[in-house]
């Protein structure tokens, strides 16, 4: 069996859960990937036969997204183009973990595909959103990267499709310790717009994992780490608790390691503010905004009990078994459901 396997790479989280799935799933066939986007900052241990430049994320200097990048640098012609060289006919399957350039080719072509990923629970109006939704927003996650089948991934199984997150194996297999150091991953914020309340907080040993920085150096209470998995890794398993912003795969991780979690989701990010809503419904401390009482913020969090949920993993085989049983075969995709799908 041929399996194509597209793969957005707008973040690390899309990477990050490839990279967990690929072993189970090259026991079903040969696995070609294809990816989109650059904005992750991984290292790609897959396999990847087709790339493209896709929709990248561009972001503001404090907690934002630039919307006037993002949509400078789309290039719709190229996409359509790329779209239309993939060879997507020769696959049996065809994952889509919410890539534009794929959606596109499957539609041109008519052919069936399975979105695989966390963008896929928001087909279900049951998966937590903000008080306020966004009708741009909802347009993106339920239009950006349409596909027949969706298999979806999120904190809670809000519906019957929607199953628990991909947890790397070593933290699955991990004994956890608490050394008190926070850990910071915030890539939407630059340094000098969280510097000051670090600093104030000299009794918190902090852990900032910030783009820039090429090798680990102590400056007072800080240690200043470059993004590396594997460095990012050690500190979540030892740390008291983690800052992150309003994405998916580290908050899960991280609740289910049952560590303290401060999620800041990006400005006008519309999927982090639904991750977001999904973890105040947990418990889980969410800032909409970094102001002056951010350290005051912190020393209350990092003093607190924490009360948030152990969530659990994805098996893995069971959910890929579940995808082949339902794909959608080619010759089961006739014209009716073409028409349905674009």
Same mark, same amino acid.
């Given at each position: 069996?041929?399996? /194509?396997?597209?793969?957005?790479?707008?973040?690390? #989280?899309?990477?990050?859960?490839?990279?967990?799935?690929?072993?189970?799933?090259?026991?079903?066939?040969?696995? =070609?990937? /294809?990816?989109?986007?650059?904005?992750?900052?991984?290292?790609?241990?897959?396999?990847?036969?087709?790339?493209?430049?896709?929709?990248?994320?561009?972001?503001?200097?404090?907690? #934002?997204? *630039?919307?006037?990048?993002? $949509?400078?640098?789309?290039?719709?012609?190229?996409?359509?183009?790329? +779209?239309?060289?993939?060879?997507?006919?020769?696959?049996?399957?065809? $994952?889509?973990? /919410?890539?534009?350039?794929?959606?596109?080719?499957?539609?041109?072509? @008519?052919?069936?595909?399975?979105?695989?990923? &966390?963008?896929?629970?928001?087909?279900?109006?049951?998966?937590?959103?903000?008080?306020?939704?966004?009708?741009? #927003?909802?347009?993106?996650?339920?239009?950006?990267?349409? +596909?027949?089948?969706?298999?979806?991934? &999120?904190?809670?199984?809000?519906?019957?499709?929607?199953?628990?997150?991909?947890?790397?194996?070593?933290? !699955?297999?991990?004994?956890?310790?608490?050394?008190?150091?926070?850990?910071? %991953?915030?890539?939407?914020?630059?340094? &000098?717009?969280?510097?000051?309340? /670090?600093? @104030?907080?000299?009794?918190?040993?902090?852990?900032?994992?910030?783009?820039?920085?090429?090798?680990?150096?102590?400056?007072?209470?800080?240690?200043?780490?470059?993004?590396?998995?594997?460095?990012?890794?050690?500190?979540?398993?030892?740390?008291?608790?983690?800052?992150?912003?309003?994405?998916?795969?580290?908050?899960?991780?991280?609740? %289910?390691?049952?560590?303290?979690?401060?999620?800041?989701?990006?400005?006008?990010?519309?999927?982090?503010?639904? *991750?977001?809503?999904?973890?105040?419904?947990? #418990?889980?401390?969410?800032?909409?905004?970094?102001?002056?009482?951010?350290?005051?913020?912190?020393?209350?969090? %990092?003093?607190?009990?924490?009360? *948030?949920?152990? $969530?659990?993993?994805?098996? !893995?085989?069971?959910?890929?078994?579940?995808?082949? =049983?339902?794909?959608?075969?080619?010759? @089961?995709? =006739?014209?009716?459901?073409?028409?349905?799908?674009?």
């Amino acid at each position: 069996m041929n399996i /194509f396997y597209a793969v957005q790479a707008t973040g690390n #989280g899309h990477i990050s859960r490839a990279q967990q799935i690929y072993p189970y799933l090259k026991q079903f066939g040969n696995v =070609d990937f /294809f990816i989109s986007g650059n904005n992750a900052n991984l290292d790609f241990k897959l396999p990847i036969k087709y790339r493209s430049e896709g929709c990248s994320l561009h972001y503001s200097k404090c907690g #934002g997204l *630039n919307y006037g990048d993002i $949509i400078k640098n789309i290039k719709p012609f190229t996409m359509l183009k790329d +779209a239309s060289s993939l060879p997507l006919e020769k696959y049996d399957v065809i $994952i889509n973990d /919410f890539d534009i350039v794929t959606s596109l080719a499957c539609k041109l072509k @008519k052919l069936p595909s399975v979105q695989l990923g &966390h963008q896929a629970s928001f087909q279900s109006d049951a998966t937590p959103r903000p008080d306020k939704k966004s009708v741009v #927003g909802e347009t993106v996650l339920k239009h950006f990267a349409k +596909a027949t089948n969706h298999i979806g991934f &999120h904190f809670q199984s809000y519906d019957s499709f929607i199953l628990p997150p991909v947890i790397k194996e070593e933290f !699955i297999n991990a004994d956890t310790r608490d050394l008190k150091h926070v850990t910071v %991953y915030l890539p939407s914020f630059q340094q &000098h717009c969280l510097l000051e309340a /670090f600093n @104030k907080l000299k009794h918190i040993q902090f852990h900032w994992f910030l783009a820039g920085i090429e090798s680990i150096r102590h400056e007072n209470n800080i240690c200043y780490y470059p993004i590396n998995q594997k460095l990012f890794n050690q500190s979540l398993l030892s740390c008291h608790g983690l800052i992150t912003g309003g994405g998916f795969e580290t908050p899960a991780e991280t609740l %289910y390691l049952e560590k303290k979690l401060m999620s800041i989701p990006i400005k006008n990010h519309y999927e982090q503010q639904c *991750n977001a809503a999904a973890l105040k419904q947990m #418990g889980v401390t969410v800032l909409e905004e970094v102001e002056d009482d951010f350290s005051d913020i912190i020393e209350k969090w %990092y003093s607190s009990q924490n009360t *948030n949920p152990k $969530i659990k993993a994805n098996n !893995i085989n069971e959910t890929l078994q579940f995808l082949f =049983d339902t794909y959608p075969t080619k010759k @089961k995709f =006739d014209n009716e459901e073409i028409a349905l799908f674009i």
